[in-house]
């Protein structure tokens, strides 16, 4: 707590309250002896959660090449490269450096549901595979490695992240499968409740459970090919059939956009560009520089963005490319909209209208 910059008296507070608690178990109307707790947090208290982050907080600083993405207790590092050989040497410094941390600060490393996961080119040449890494244990690095017997990280196709599946390929195929996967079973019961409840109802379950399974991670996985997000709309669709009436559906037959108008739901390809443009309406990392040159071209006048040149579908996919190509694509008056609240109002509105 000191190191986060914690003073006194506060930080002599929080070590009485956090020192001499002890715990015991009850099981039927028995209770165990009280047992002392040497190590961790009160649970379920206000500022457990935050004690234990000032406590894993100095962990992003012993990683030195690899960039660090932490949410409570798991930790995902991130090291690119184009010399495999290299790259692998780089993150197992920082593997080692992760290991020796965790004994230092009294906490274990789980090497069992540590995974590596690397996403590159199919076309890599056998000479280029990655070399095995391990989760050494302290006693191991102590002795320097001699008489190693520790097994390497499970190397894996697809990893969930925070309810996210990356894959290999960077195609988020195994995503847009669970996606629709979850989604049928919701449209099974959403099926059998249109026959018990009003339609108002429905809408309001929609928003709150269906909308809220295609949201989570959008604007990420919307990045993914039009085939797959295709899948998802597909089923969006059938949710949309049941809130309306049979006379409204059978005359959107063959035309399922005005179905999206009436209910007033962006489609799975719009919303993603809907939430690609909001999320990042302040953010000026992902968005080039303006276009800036000497000829008075159409593109400078207006104050459209440049878009970065890509040479593979990777880069096809990235935020620098997609979403200066969609602000682009915007009315000035939108694309230029400083203030968030009017320009989400003003996009929405644009994107209904594109549905025709």
Not at 32 to 39: G, K, M, N, R
Not at 52 to 69: D, E, F, I, K, T
Not at 125 to 135: D, G, N
């Amino acid at each position: 707590m000191a190191e986060c910059g914690v003073g006194q008296p506060l930080n002599e507070w929080f070590r009485d309250y956090l020192t001499s608690r002890s715990y015991r178990v009850k099981i039927g109307d028995d209770l165990s002896d009280e047992t002392l707790v040497h190590c961790g947090v009160p649970q379920g208290s206000v500022c457990g959660p935050v004690c234990y982050l000032m406590h894993v907080n100095s962990l992003c600083g012993v990683l030195r090449n690899c960039s660090a993405h932490m949410f409570a207790d798991d930790l995902c590092t991130l090291r690119a490269g184009t010399n495999m050989i290299e790259t692998c040497r780089l993150v197992q410094q920082d593997i080692d450096s992760v290991v020796k941390w965790s004994h230092d600060n009294g906490i274990i490393l789980n090497s069992d549901k540590t995974k590596l996961l690397i996403i590159q080119s199919p076309y890599l040449s056998p000479s280029e595979m990655p070399l095995p890494m391990y989760t050494h244990s302290f006693t191991c690095l102590h002795n320097n490695l001699h008489d190693c017997h520790c097994r390497p990280i499970e190397k894996v196709d697809c990893v969930t992240y925070l309810g996210v599946k990356v894959d290999s390929a960077f195609s988020w195929q195994q995503h847009i499968n669970y996606i629709c996967s979850k989604l049928r079973i919701l449209l099974g019961r959403f099926y059998h409740l249109s026959f018990k409840v009003p339609i108002n109802i429905l809408k309001c379950l929609y928003f709150a459970i269906v909308d809220s399974v295609l949201s989570y991670a959008l604007d990420c996985y919307g990045l993914t090919f039009k085939s797959y997000i295709d899948k998802v709309e597909a089923i969006q669709i059938r949710f949309l059939k049941l809130l309306v009436s049979k006379k409204t559906r059978n005359s959107c037959k063959g035309n399922y956009n005005k179905l999206f108008k009436i209910c007033k739901i962006l489609p799975v390809s719009l919303k993603h560009k809907y939430l690609l443009a909001i999320n990042n309406h302040s953010n000026k990392v992902h968005i080039s520089t303006r276009l800036e040159h000497k000829h008075n071209t159409r593109s400078v006048a207006v104050q459209k963005y440049e878009i970065p040149r890509v040479t593979n579908y990777y880069g096809d996919r990235t935020l620098r490319k997609r979403l200066p190509y969609f602000l682009n694509s915007l009315p000035e008056n939108i694309r230029l909209e400083p203030n968030k609240i009017k320009f989400k109002k003003a996009l929405k509105l644009h994107l209904m209208e594109t549905l025709g």
